[in-house]
């Protein structure tokens, strides 16, 4: 069974920095491009980075600068830095990983549980 277990929200107040990990346990065989979403109420959930397993990286455009997305191979895991926090960044996070179980598998889409993050003072 693989999962993804996410960590690190909170609250902050405005200007304030938080850092999101997620880490991939259980059996697979590779992990491609990794990822962080984030939801609030009656909103479609929204990408708002992105890490490909060379190092590639996007983001959506209202957090460029404030946002640094990056990752450890070794231990499976992708990490969110979160800077110059704004209240618009209230969200639920949620870590995305496309992963490979087995070498012959096509690779199938993984979703943390989600992490609360809420920046107000």
């Known amino acids: 069974q693989v999962q993804l277990v996410e960590s690190g929200g909170g609250l902050v107040q405005p200007g304030g920095s938080l850092r999101l990990s997620c880490a991939a346990s259980g059996r697979f065989f590779s992990i491609n491009t990794m990822g962080w979403y984030r939801q609030t109420p009656g909103k479609q959930r929204e990408l708002v980075a992105a890490?490909?397993?060379?190092?590639?990286?996007n983001y959506t455009d209202s957090v460029k600068g404030r946002f640094t997305i990056s990752r450890d191979n070794a231990k499976n895991t992708v990490y969110l830095q979160m800077n110059s926090l704004k209240p618009e960044d209230t969200a639920v996070y949620y870590c995305?990983?496309?992963?490979?179980?087995?070498?012959?598998?096509?690779?199938?889409?993984?979703w943390g549980q989600g992490t609360q993050v809420t920046v107000s003072s």
């Open positions: 995305n990983a496309d992963i490979k179980r087995y070498i012959w598998r096509i690779w199938d889409v993984y």
């Open positions: 890490i490909t397993s060379g190092g590639s990286t």
